[in-house]
């Protein structure tokens, strides 16, 4: 049982993004929903390499949690804030087309659906991740370095897709191999 608990948790997360997006509207539940999806992914990971139980099937469904739990934080963002995040929808459109290239590139090249877990990727993560607790505080002059680091670790897993001659998820960065 605790060798599928890193899944388990992974799964437990793409189940709460659609109680996440409909929360929205209520602070506390949003908040609490939110929370949990973030613990969620912190656990998976570090539960995943100290049980010895990583494998390319939980590195896809945290992948997935990952990348639904961004959809769901950016809808709610444009949502809420609609106006005042305008002049950042070209950042967060550059960052959604370079993710779906990097997709359609690994798709092609390694017959897989893959996102790498990048250090960059990771930063991104987390900064999406604090966005929607720090635009709670009216600081919308956030978003700019979210959107900067976004792009770039986006261009980043690009060339590694790109240069790479095989799939390796847990890629930490362009310049570190593991």
């Excluded at 992948?63 to 967060?92: H, Q, R």
């Excluded at 604090?130 to 600081?139: F, K, N």
């Excluded at 956030?142 to 770039?152: N, Q, R, S, T, Y």
Aim: aromatic share 12%.
């Amino acid at each position: 049982m605790l060798k599928n608990t890193a899944n388990i948790l992974s799964i437990s997360r793409i189940v709460l993004l659609p109680a996440l997006f409909f929360a929205y509207g209520n602070a506390l539940l949003f908040t609490v929903v939110y929370l949990a999806c973030g613990l969620s992914d912190l656990l998976d990971g570090y539960i995943a390499r100290k049980t010895k139980s990583e494998s390319t099937l939980g590195a896809k469904l945290d992948s997935i949690a990952d990348l639904g739990f961004f959809a769901v934080v950016m809808v709610s963002i444009i949502f809420k804030n609609g106006d005042e995040i305008l002049e950042y929808l070209p950042w967060i459109a550059a960052t959604v087309l370079i993710r779906m290239a990097n997709l359609a590139i690994a798709a092609y090249k390694y017959h897989s659906f893959a996102i790498l877990h990048t250090w960059g990727n990771k930063l991104a993560g987390f900064l999406l991740f604090a966005t929607p607790l720090i635009l709670h505080l009216d600081q919308a002059a956030w978003l700019l370095p979210v959107c900067f680091v976004a792009v770039l670790s986006a261009a980043e897993e690009s060339i590694i897709h790109l240069t790479s001659t095989e799939l390796d998820l847990n890629r930490a960065s362009l310049f570190y191999k593991r």
